[in-house]
């Protein structure tokens, strides 16, 4: 059954679907209310809001073109004029703030006549082929043409015109079609105010203005990032859905949640039946208030692509054909192979992997299912791989293993720092949030190893770019605090009241030690000392400083030290438990906090309460009804390391391919191929899935309902649009799994589990689906004390009474640039691909990036002899692979950079099994290299090639056999 | 000391040959071996006698021109520089030419008698008195002076000057500006490079002033790039008024700072509007905000900033330095002061007259424009630009006053007066009015945008006669929308000029392209 969402029968105060014209006023949130009198209807309205949004509060809908509630005023359409009382002339609605007493006639013969003659103006240059239109019904101008009641073109259709304009259908998701463009410029402003790249803009003037791509470049070769915002703004059909081209205009639509990054945007799917036409960003929203990217605006694809699993497999060993069986045949099967291992290898022999992709119900279950139905805590996610230092920071520091804020929290931050985060390519939306920003003035601090893109924001005030050596976060970090300490710029108050002072007191004495200076620690990130200073100062002495930071934080063999140094240098300088500041990590995967939530980890039941703990412990044993192990479980490298030696012999993987993700691939494909059975569910044959004995189709997220939650600790709902391919959701094969082990499982609904995910863990108490539908989504804590949820956290104190300094002390890696290895890789994503690719690269997304690339400093470049687009061999001491060259500026000298987006590139073939000293999350931004011209590929993906070619063709065998 | 002989070097003159003929009569000097003092001043703007040669006597100076290069050798032979009025190019005593002597001239009182580099010559001229005393007032003092001078914006909009630079002084900002307008584009307009060629100090000190007035401390102006000759010696103006501390950090030892740059235009008549000049001046495209917020609340860079003029701004020192009684009592109703006229088209004596508001239409285009330079009847004059309406005969009477000019749905605009002969075929300027907006539009507002091009083609079509009536109604309609519905000014007016042609000139529209009555 599909579930319709309709907003407007569940939200109470703002109806989102409703376009009311300009933007809700900047400074209206502690404005006086303004009365006014509009067509005899009296109204009150916050200072500076336009007559335009308070006729449309008021539901007076005045005829508009150019003005949409995303944008600001602009008054070029002239279209919503209106007469006040008093006052000369027509003025444009969407431009006359509101005054007190104010009397405004939206209607009158003088009103029509002037809106019938400027759209008259506006359809004697556009085609009259509406029936054909692929905006037939959606568009905006047929929409005012019928309200303004124009009934001829006068002046006729010879005159000069833009009716011969040619398309641009260069984008693979939409064209271009400027012969129905009617230069309003809400494109060029929302590429602008909206999505921050200025790719567009006006070209030319008066009659020849023309929308223009850059100078005069096709969409693709602009600097167009297809965010699709201009899609979105678009009023007519110029800029349009392919797919709607294609299928015609949607029939109804659902809001549901994307499932690429942890932005976690909200996204109506619109749909024909059970088709999905498009993605619209939902302008309700929380996380992305109608805004998106390329991945979740337009890279659905993926999820009714031909490669899709839609059937159950199964085989005794990987060197053997898939056999497609029934759900009750592979269940069983992998059932009885799970109780055979423990028979035979003990309890502790099997372990799970939960998903980061897949819903907060259905991590829980899986979970669930390994600590009951396994009688083990061996489970872990892929946050091991990313975000697990951040938990543990966190958790010690300030008491939460959580970000601090709302996203929206940036707009009123003064100064921001960036630590090892690339958000315009990672998490866009969030992103183009920041730009908005950086252009309202705030002042951006980066420290990264890459000169990245947000440095490059347009029409920012100020940027300070510290362009560190991989792997010296701890020293950096430290020098920061040492200004701050050194320099009287700590906020005391702050400290004493809501610090722990023993802490405190040794942390201080720590810092101020002389070898935590700029001038001292120079020397090891590389970081001019007083470069340092000056970012020190400017984050400290901001009214409000906030923190992001990325996996270029985490992802060291000092991760979790990284973390704890970043909240210390957040509570010393009291920028804590307010909006504007705060400690932000974020997350790479759409449900990566919500996995860590749900008890993901070995030692932690879900809302991170500690398996040693008897009374939470005890808890869950009541309500599920079994003995629960007190010891933690294995993590994702000990699982593989007990696999090669012979004791782990069984692993349930449900959506994570950690053949793929995971650091030194040679070592994970060594652990895979020990395993007796390995029981992989996910939508594709993935990397891991090749070495599988059982493989369970899952279902995309558009075939599910369920909960995301993003990096604010927003829960979102993700709700169900089309049929599962394969028959089931996720949560329902878990369960069936559950069921065929011995330990049963009744769930009907997502619902009922999200309930007894409430009823066992304290930061979810208050949450239900009934609660989400009626607000939309929620941030954890939700609970008695707080039924709404918290936007920001620490407010008044923290989890742990009072917050405490951790001491950060700098310990290099033991991965160092050496005469063999004298480069270091450092490794990330870019914006077209999401993680390891399964779902951009069975989209359009692969025409931006279709295969990965080692970007080097023009310098090693030619060090080596090395020209762009040469083969590049890239040896570390884990292994070889081989990748194309990109000569780029971005780099400094001596580090050296890739995605690993695409499975033949081995990435991590390369990454070492380094990992952080108190989570084991991999140093995957760390490993010495030495790169070379070489001709063919590496030894590893001539193997990689072969092996990928003999299992395809092991699924094409099942697939043919298929009845 | 030897003789001092004065060609101007403002571009009107050097368009004329002036430099040829400076360059003559060096040549002819030396060769006679007579020892002179060559003056390159700014022009007097007696256009239409340019080159204008002046010679300094013990009795004043004695005006020769049109000269040309030819005419150098002979009017040294009879005795130019004695002051000798026997050669035919003889205009006697400068002073004395009716053009001049009939004027007012308060902005432009020093033009033409200076060397426009010289600070020493511009403060013989009370130059700078207008700063000097302004050094010695509060900012809102300053602003009452130019409140009860009763001077008006001399762009167009003639907007009270004082009580834009009250809304500025009253808007507190961590930086103000003040924007000086430059961007001189009206069809026969040169009033503001006179300005500029021919006595900068003034528009530098009238910036200065309201700097002080408004507590701005960075001034631009915005130069047309076609004006650079103005830009030469704009800059250097500059530079010697930064040096002589007229410029810069700490005015003449006041502790006030003002500091001035000159910035050139792209090219295009909509950024002499002053919202579309500020987006040009942050380097954007030329393209028209909508209003409010109000320049001098959210104007360059979303800062206070007053957007004058250089005509308004040249008024300053001369309402600091004599007083704003001095300014006021000149003119008539509520336009104060006086205005600077330009005479242009078909004219037979063009040339800048600075005249007290009050004098009428008729006076100013026979008594000294001289009527056409062709010698046919004046048919019409478009006044204020190509926006202003076309006036027939029945009109010109109309005294040079705002208000009386808005009665009429005419303007005054920057004092642009362009004349028409007889043979003018009306149909057709009105079709250059649409033209001119298609051309000139930024294209933001629909009704300019579409209107402009829609506009020529139905005057096209009128002229063709192709269904005459309904198209005429179209026209009609038209009109309104642009007037009704334009963001600013420049599709908002261009109906004006189409608007006074249809109605005092209906016969035009009745003949086909090729003149015919039909």
Redesign the interface.
């Known amino acids: 059954m599909i579930n319709h969402f309709d907003p407007r029968q569940h939200s109470s105060s703002v109806e989102y679907n409703k376009d009311l014209g300009t933007p809700f006023p900047a400074s209206a949130a502690d404005a006086a209310l303004v009365s006014l009198n509009i067509d005899g209807v009296t109204i009150s309205v916050p200072e500076g809001t336009s007559v335009l949004r308070a006729a449309a509060l008021a539901d007076i809908n005045i005829p508009k073109l150019c003005a949409t509630d995303s944008l600001e005023?602009?008054?070029?359409?002239?279209l919503c004029?209106v007469q006040v009382e008093g006052r000369r002339?027509?003025p444009?609605a969407c431009?006359t703030?509101v005054a007190e007493g104010m009397k405004v006639t939206t209607q009158n013969e003088?009103l029509a006549?002037?809106r019938r003659?400027?759209m008259e103006?506006?359809i004697?240059?556009h085609p009259l082929d509406c029936l054909t239109c692929p905006a037939n019904g959606d568009c905006e101008l047929q929409d005012m043409a019928g309200s303004v009641g124009l009934r001829e073109v006068?002046?006729g259709f010879e005159?000069?015109n833009h009716l011969e304009a040619a398309k641009d259908e260069t984008n693979p998701y939409f064209s271009f079609d400027p012969s129905k463009c009617?230069?309003c410029?809400r494109c060029v402003r929302a590429c602008e105010e909206v999505q921050g790249t200025f790719a567009l803009?006006?070209d030319?003037?008066?009659?020849?203005?023309k929308v223009s791509a850059g100078q005069a470049d096709s969409f693709m070769d602009s600097d167009c990032v297809s965010c699709g915002a201009c899609v979105q703004a678009c009023p007519t059909a110029t800029l349009m859905e392919k797919s709607v081209i294609d299928h015609g205009v949607p029939e109804h639509s659902v809001v549901t949640t994307c499932a690429y990054c942890g932005v976690g945007c909200s996204f109506e799917a619109q749909m024909k039946g059970d088709q999905l036409v498009r993605m619209v960003p939902y302008k309700g929203g929380d996380a992305n208030h109608g805004h998106s990217c390329v991945k979740g605006r337009f890279a659905f694809g993926y999820a009714t692509h031909p490669d899709r699993l839609t059937s159950p497999m199964v085989r005794d060993s990987i060197d053997q054909p898939w056999r497609e069986v029934s759900w009750e045949e592979a269940i069983g099967f992998a059932a009885s192979r799970l109780k055979a291992i423990q028979a035979k290898h003990g309890r502790e022999s099997i372990g799970g992997i939960t998903s980061s992709r897949c819903t907060n119900e259905e991590t829980y279950l899986v979970q669930k299912l390994i600590r009951a139905a396994f009688g083990n805590n061996n489970t872990d996610t892929c946050a091991r791989v990313c975000h697990s230092p951040t938990g543990y920071g966190l958790k010690t520091t300030l008491g939460e293993s959580a970000g601090t804020q709302t996203f929206d929290s940036v707009m009123k931050a003064d100064a921001i720092i960036v630590i090892g985060a690339n958000p315009t390519d990672a998490h866009p939306v969030f992103g183009s949030l920041m730009r908005k920003r950086l252009r309202q003035g705030a002042k951006l601090i980066v420290a990264d190893p890459r000169h990245i893109d947000l440095l490059k924001t347009p029409h920012m005030s100020s940027a300070q770019h510290l362009p560190l050596r991989p792997g010296t976060n701890v020293a950096l970090i430290n020098a920061l605090g040492h200004v701050v300490v050194t320099e009287g710029l700590e906020d005391k108050a702050f400290v004493e009241k809501r610090c722990d002072t023993e802490a405190y007191h040794r942390w201080r004495a720590f810092i101020s030690e002389p070898r935590h200076s700029p001038e001292a620690s120079a020397e090891i990130t590389g970081v001019p000392a007083e470069a340092v200073r000056q970012a020190a100062r400017t984050y400290a002495k901001a009214a409000n400083g906030a923190i992001y930071y990325g996996l270029g934080v985490t992802e060291h063999s000092q991760g979790s030290t990284m973390v704890m140094g970043i909240a210390n240098l957040a509570m010393a300088t009291g920028n804590i438990g307010r909006e504007g500041v705060g400690v932000n990590p974020l997350r790479g995967q759409n449900n990566v906090q919500g996995s860590c939530d749900m008890g993901s980890f070995p030692h932690e039941l879900p809302g991170y309460q500690h398996v040693a703990d008897p009374i939470a412990r005890g808890r869950f044993e009541s309500v599920w009804g079994v003995k629960l192990d007190d010891e933690p479980g294995l993590r994702i490298p000990n699982m593989f390391d007990a696999a090669i030696e012979g004791t782990f012999k069984a692993l349930y993987v449900q959506g994570e391919d950690i053949a793929q993700s995971d650091p030194n691939t040679q070592h994970v494909e060594a652990a895979l191929t020990s395993l007796d059975c390995l029981i992989v569910q996910d939508i594709f044959l993935n990397e891991t899935a090749k070495f599988a004995h059982v493989l369970l189709p899952g279902s995309s997220f558009l075939e599910k309902n369920g909960t995301f939650t993003n990096a604010e600790r927003r829960i979102n709902r993700v709700r169900k649009v089309m049929p599962a391919l394969a028959g089931k959701e996720d949560w329902e094969v878990t369960q069936d799994l559950a069921n065929a082990l011995g330990y049963p499982m009744y769930y009907t609904h997502p619902s009922e589990i999200m309930d007894e995910i409430a009823q066992l863990t304290p930061s979810f108490a208050g949450v239900s689906y009934a609660k989400l539908e009626e607000r939309g989504s929620l941030q954890w804590p939700c609970n008695a004390e707080y039924p709404l949820g918290m936007p920001t956290m620490h407010e008044v104190d923290f989890p742990i009474g009072l917050g405490r300094f951790a001491i950060t002390e700098y310990v290099a890696t033991e991965e160092r640039a050496n005469r063999r290895f004298p480069l270091l890789l450092t490794t990330g994503r870019i914006l077209s691909q999401y993680n390891v690719g399964a779902q951009t690269r069975r989209t359009d997304n692969q025409r931006w990036h279709d295969e990965d690339v080692l970007e080097l400093h023009p310098s090693d470049a030619e060090l080596r002899g090395v020209r762009d687009g040469d083969w590049l061999g890239i040896t570390s001491r884990s292994g070889q692979t081989v990748l194309r060259a990109r000569l780029s500026e971005r780099m400094q000298p001596g580090v050296v950079y890739t995605t690993f987006h695409h499975p033949g590139s081995g990435a991590n073939v390369i990454t070492t099994d380094n990992s952080d000293w108190a989570t084991n999350c991999p140093e995957y931004k760390v490993t010495a290299v030495q790169v070379e011209k070489v001709s063919q590929p590496s030894a590893w993906q001539q193997r990689f090639n072969t092996f990928d070619l003999i299992q395809r063709d092991h699924l094409a065998k099942a697939n043919q056999e298929a009845p | 000391m030897s003789t001092r002989i004065f060609v101007p070097r403002d571009t009107t003159a050097l368009s004329l040959g002036a430099d040829a003929v400076a360059n003559r009569l060096e040549k002819e000097l030396d060769a006679r071996g007579q020892s002179i003092s060559l003056v390159r001043n700014g022009s007097r703007g007696l256009a239409w006698l340019e080159p204008l040669v002046e010679v300094e006597t013990p009795i004043g100076r004695f005006a020769y021109g049109p000269v040309t290069v030819n005419d150098v050798s002979a009017l040294l032979d009879s005795g130019l520089l004695e002051g000798n009025v026997s050669h035919p190019l003889a205009l006697g005593p400068t002073e004395e030419i009716d053009y001049l002597a009939r004027q007012q001239r308060l902005t432009f009182a020093r033009i033409g008698i200076t060397d426009p580099l010289s600070i020493e010559d511009y403060r013989a001229h009370i130059g700078f008195s207008g700063l000097e005393t302004a050094l010695q007032r509060e900012p809102q003092d300053i602003v009452e002076e130019v409140k009860a001078s009763g001077l008006r914006g001399r762009g167009g909009a003639a907007f009270p000057t004082g009580i834009k630079w009250q809304t500025v002084l009253d808007t507190p900002a961590d930086q103000k500006y003040i924007v000086c307008n430059a961007d001189e584009g009206d069809s026969g307009t040169f009033a503001d490079r006179l300005v500029m060629e021919c006595d900068p100090y003034m528009l530098i000190e009238g910036m200065a002033i309201a700097g002080l007035a408004v507590q701005a401390t960075q001034g631009y102006i915005y130069l047309r790039s076609e004006y650079p000759l103005a830009k030469e010696v704009l800059d250097e103006a500059i530079a010697r008024a930064e040096q002589a501390g007229y410029l810069g950090d700490n005015l003449r030892g006041s502790g006030r700072d003002f500091h001035l740059e000159v910035r050139l235009g792209a090219g295009?008549y909509?950024c002499g509007e002053e919202t579309s000049l500020l987006e040009s001046l942050e380097g954007k495209?030329?393209?028209v905000r909508?209003k409010?917020p109000l320049p001098a609340i959210e104007g360059l860079f979303g800062r206070p900033t007053v957007v004058n003029n250089v005509l308004s701004l040249a008024a300053v020192p001369f309402i600091l330095a004599e007083g704003a009684e001095a300014y006021a009592t000149h003119g008539m109703g509520r336009s104060r002061g006086t205005l600077a006229l330009q005479l242009a088209g078909n004219v037979k004596h063009g040339g800048l007259v600075e005249l007290a508001f009050g004098t009428t239409l008729r006076t100013l285009m026979e008594t000294f424009g001289g009527g056409t330079l062709s010698g046919k009847p004046l048919r019409a004059v478009q006044v204020g630009g190509p926006l202003g309406a076309y006036l027939p005969e029945s009109q010109w009477d109309l005294p040079l006053d705002y208000e009386a000019f808005a009665a009429e749905s005419a303007v005054l605009g920057h004092g642009g007066v362009v004349m028409f002969d007889e043979s003018v075929d009306m149909a057709e300027q009105a079709r250059f009015s649409m033209e001119f907006?298609?051309?000139?539009?930024?294209?933001?507002?629909?009704?300019?945008?579409?209107?402009?091009?829609?506009g020529v083609?139905?005057i096209d079509r009128i002229r063709a006669n192709q269904n005459r009536e309904?198209n005429l109604a179209?026209l009609h309609?038209?009109c309104?929308?642009m007037v009704?519905?334009?963001?600013c000014a420049m599709g908002g007016m261009t109906p004006f000029p189409v608007q006074s042609a249809l109605a005092h000139f209906p016969d035009d529209f009745q003949r086909t392209a090729n003149g015919d009555n039909s």
Do not use: H
């Open positions: 005023p602009f008054g070029s359409c002239r004029a002339g027509m444009a431009t703030p003088r006549k002037l003659n400027v103006l506006y004697s240059d006068r002046y005159g000069e009617i230069v410029s803009t006006i030319g003037r008066g009659f020849e203005s | 295009a909509i495209r030329g393209l909508f409010p907006c298609k051309v000139e539009s930024c294209g933001k507002c629909t009704p300019c945008r579409i209107g402009s091009t829609r083609e139905v309904a179209l309609d038209l309104e929308t009704d519905g334009s963001l």
